[in-house]
């Protein structure tokens, strides 16, 4: 499986960017199965967790940092999982990766980037003040 992070870029404090990721070699068809995550890691700091939706659409968990700002979907016809970002601050400054949950039907520690195993190449979001 491979993960194709894009839709990162500049833009003022305040604004929005919406940030895809498409599975591609998913042979067997299995991207509906897992639960994917975003996570995001600053110069300097270590990988956190943004958001993670579950493989059913059915929950979704955030970090309080973006709690009420950012949503994550996911549209499993497609095998894309995307995070819209709105009232952006400069401290969102970073590049997100996305990755997948390595248990099908599972969200356990979702919070923790050891609980995924394939991950996008990342997408860089500079937010300026």
């Known amino acids: 499986v491979q993960l194709q992070a894009s839709g990162g870029g500049l833009v003022q404090a305040g604004g929005s960017l919406t940030l895809s990721c498409v599975a591609s070699?998913?042979?067997?068809?299995?991207?509906?199965?897992?639960?994917m995550g975003w996570f995001r890691q600053a110069p300097g700091k270590e990988r956190e967790f943004v958001a993670t939706?579950?493989?059913?659409?059915?929950?979704?968990h955030y970090a309080d940092s973006v709690k009420g700002r950012f949503t994550i979907s996911r549209d499993n016809a497609k095998s894309t999982v995307y995070l819209a970002m709105n009232n952006l601050k400069p401290e969102d400054t970073a590049v997100y990766y996305c990755?997948?949950?390595?248990?099908?039907?599972?969200?356990?520690?979702?919070?923790?980037?050891?609980?995924?195993?394939?991950w996008g190449q990342g997408t860089q979001v500079t937010v300026s003040s």
């Open positions: 070699n998913d042979s067997d068809r299995t991207f509906s199965s897992f639960a």
């Open positions: 939706i579950g493989w059913g659409e059915s929950s979704t």
């Open positions: 990755a997948r949950h390595r248990n099908p039907s599972r969200l356990t520690d979702y919070n923790a980037p050891r609980s995924y195993n394939y």
